[in-house]
């Protein structure tokens, strides 16, 4: 629910900032932004994610988010 992404939001943000080399929590918080309809932000995260070291599956299911985040090219 909005409820419990505005409780986890706050949590998410602090990780991030206290743990900037946590891949997963950029992923995490990626993934909220995404669920709250706010696409630049996420993409933001999930670039974060990218940037660092994860597995190859999360490497494509993050790129797949990505990709369905973006507008379709004409």
């Known amino acids: 629910t909005m409820g419990d992404f505005a409780k986890a939001e706050p949590?998410?943000?602090?990780?991030?900032?206290?743990?900037?080399?946590?891949?997963?929590?950029?992923?995490?918080?990626?993934?909220?932004y995404r669920d709250t309809?706010?696409?630049?932000?996420?993409?933001?995260?999930?670039?974060?994610?990218?940037?660092?070291?994860?597995t190859p599956a999360q490497k494509r299911l993050v790129e797949k988010r990505v990709r369905d985040l973006m507008p379709p090219t004409p």
């Open 37 to 54: 309809g706010r696409k630049p932000e996420a993409v933001a995260a999930y670039g974060r994610f990218l940037s660092m070291d994860h």
């Open 11 to 32: 949590l998410l943000v602090e990780c991030t900032r206290r743990y900037p080399d946590r891949a997963i929590a950029w992923m995490n918080l990626g993934d909220l």
